[in-house]
C-alpha cells in the first residue's frame, strides 16, 4: 500500500483500539493540530485525506490542545485519547509544558511534532536549532525527559516499529504518559510500500494484573492487625473503576478512606465512611486519623508531598502502610508492603483475605465525630458572608450547589484546587477534575474543553483564576467554534492569590503578587484597568458579570440553561481563607535575611520541619 509517512500514521491511528472489561473503543478520538510549514503538507495533508476516519480539530494553542488531549484522557480512564500535530521550532517547543503535564499525571496523549529535514539539504531550515555539536540535534530533543517514549523517524522504515512501541506504552496503565513521535517535514511527505497489516484493525487489551498471593497475604496479615487504620484513595482507584468495590470495602470493614486531589469522588462526600480530603490541602477530619493510624492502605497513589504533608503526616511513630499499585515504583514508596496489582482485583482480593476484619467501633467512632466537625466548618464557609466581594469559599459553595451531582468541576492552579479539595462536596466518581499532579496555570478551560468532549452529556464548571485566564484562555474559541459548552467561572482577585498566600508565610510579604500599575516605590499602585468580561467575550463567549453570592447563583442558573459557552466573571476578596487543614507543606524559607518576617518564618520553619519522618 503506497503512502506518505504523513498518511501512513494517520491510517495507523484511525485503526486503533483498546479494551478493557470486554468493552471495545477507538483508542484515538481524533487529532488536534495547527498547521506550519512544518508539518502542513505531511501529516496535515493526511488529515484532510482521511477527514471521514480520523475527525481533525483546529487548536489555537499547542500546549492547550495537549492539556485537552489529557483532559479526555483522564475523563475516559485513559482508555482513549487525541494525538497531536505541530509544526517545528516554536509549535513544537509550545508542547513540552503539556508533555510534562501528561507524564506527571500519568495520561496517554501521542505527540507528533514536525522536525528539521532528515536529509539535511536544506539545513539550516526556518525555525532549525543549529547546534555545531551534532546537526541530529533538534527543538524536539526537548520532549525526551517529559515523553514516556520518544523516537524521531528519519527513514520510513522506522515508523512501524515505532508506532507499535507508542502504543505499547500509551495503553500502558503503569507506564502511560506522554509519548512524541519527531517527524521530520521531509520525510512525512515521503512515500513508501507499507505491508498492509500495519492498517488492520488492532485493539490494545489493558489488562488488570492480579496481586501475587504472597503480597495479598503479607497486606491481609498487615491490616488485621490494625488498630487505627486510614485508606487512602488516589486516582488509581478511579480510573481502574474500582469506587463500588472501594465503598463495598470500608462498609464492610468501616476502615475510613481519605482522598488525594486525585482520587476525590472514590466515594460520596457524604458516605459514611468518607473522611475527605487528606495532606496540606485535606480535612482537619482525614489529618487528625492520618497522624493516629498505625496502617495506612493506598490505594492508587503515589504519594505526593501534598499528601504526605511533606512526609509529616503520618506521624505515629509504628505505622505501616500497604500500597496497591499497577505501577512498581509507586507499590514500594514510604516502605510500605507492596501490592503491584490493578485496583479494583486488589481490593476484592483484600476484601476475601481479611476475612471477618473489622476496625474497631472507638476508631470508626472517632471518624465520624471528626468529620461531622469538619462539615460544620464547611457549612459555616459556604455560608453567605454579606460582604462584597464574596469570598472564595463562597464562591465554590454555591457552584457546588447550583451543579448536579453528575456535572464536573475542572480546575489546576492557583489557590482553588486547595480549596476545591476540602471544601468540594463530590458526588460522583468522575465528577472532580483537578489537575494537581503538575498545577499547571492554564489548563483549566482547555483542559475542560477535553473533559465536555469526553462527557458531552454532563455539565462542565471550569474554575478559574485571573491568574491562569491570563495565561492561556484561547480555546474559549475553538469551544465556540466547536459548539461545545462550558460554564467558565473566572474568579478576579487581581493578582496570584496562591503565592501571595505562600508568599506571606515565607516573610517574602506578598512581593511580587499584586496586579498593580507601577510606581516610583514600585508595584504598589492602584489596581490595573484591565477587564477579563470583556476579553472573554471578545474571543466568542457569552458573559455574565456577578458581583454578589445572590448575582452569582442566578448567573449559574442561566449558564445551566444555556447552550454556548458563558464565562461568569466575578471578583472575590483574596484575602479572605477557608478552613484550616492543619498541616504543612514543605517551602524552605531563607535560612539569613535582613528582613523581620523572613527570620520570623525560618524559625516556623525549623519547627516544622522537625516533624518530619523518613519511613524507611
Partial sequence: MRLTVGQAVVRFLASQYSERDGAERRFFAG???????????????ALLEYADEFPYYMARNEQAMVHTASGYA??????????????????????????????VNRLP???????????????????????ARSYDVSVNDCFKPVSKYWDRINRPEQLPSAL???????????????????????????AFDWPEELFARRVWRIGRPVPEPAALAEASGILQAAERPLIVAGGGVIYSGATEELRAFAERTGVPVAETQAGKGALPWNHACSVGAIGATGTTAANALAREADVVV??????????????????????RFVNINVARADAVKLSGA?????????????????????????????????????????????????????????????????????????????????????????????????????????????????????????EVFVLVGDGSYLMMAQELTTAVAEGIKLIVVLVQNHGFASIGNLSESVGAQRFGTRYRARTGTGLDGGTLPVDLAANAASLG???IRASTVDDLRDALRTARKAERTTVVHVETNPLAGPPDSAAWWDVPVAEVSALDSTRGARARYERDRGARRHHL
Fill in 31 to 45: 487529532c488536534f493540530g495547527i498547521f506550519g510549514h512544518g508539518n502542513v503538507a505531511g501529516v496535515g495533508q
Fill in 164 to 190: 507499535l512501541a507508542a502504543m505499547r506504552v500509551l495503553t500502558d496503565p503503569a507506564d502511560t504518559g506522554a509519548v512524541t513521535l519527531a517527524l521530520p517535514q521531509d520525510v512525512q511527505a515521503e
Fill in 338 to 458: 507492596a501490592v503491584v496489582a490493578d485496583a479494583r482485583e486488589a481490593i476484592r482480593g483484600l476484601g476475601a483475605a481479611v476475612g471477618g476484619y473489622t476496625a474497631p467501633d472507638s476508631h470508626r467512632d472517632r471518624a465520624r465525630t471528626l468529620i461531622a466537625d469538619w462539615n460544620a466548618e464547611v457549612d459555616g464557609a459556604f455560608a453567605p458572608q454579606n460582604a462584597e466581594p464574596p469570598t472564595q469559599a463562597e464562591v465554590i459553595g454555591t457552584v457546588n450547589e447550583i451543579s448536579e451531582p453528575q456535572d464536573v468541576v475542572v480546575c489546576a492552579a492557583g489557590s482553588m484546587p486547595g480549596d476545591l479539595h476540602k471544601l468540594w462536596r463530590t458526588r460522583d466518581p468522575k465528577g472532580y477534575h483537578v489537575e494537581y499532579g503538575y498545577s499547571c496555570m492554564g489548563y483549566e478551560i482547555a483542559g475542560g474543553l477535553g473533559v465536555k468532549m469526553a462527557a458531552p452529556d454532563r
Fill in 541 to 543: 463567549a457569552d458573559v
Fill in 298 to 319: 493506598g490505594i492508587g497513589t503515589r504519594y505526593s508531598d501534598f499528601t504526605t504533608a511533606s512526609h509529616t503526616l503520618f506521624a505515629n511513630p509504628d505505622v
Fill in 109 to 131: 496523549v501521542l505527540l507528533l511534532p514536525g522536525d528539521i529535514f532528515a536529509t539535511r539539504v536544506a539545513n539550516p531550515v526556518l525555525q532549525e536549532l543549529e547546534d
Fill in 74 to 103: 483522564r475523563m475516559n480512564d485513559r482508555l482513549s485519547t487525541f494525538a497531536c500535530t505541530t509544526s517545528i521550532g516554536p509549535g513544537a517547543t509550545n508542547m513540552v509544558t503539556g508533555a510534562a503535564l501528561a507524564t
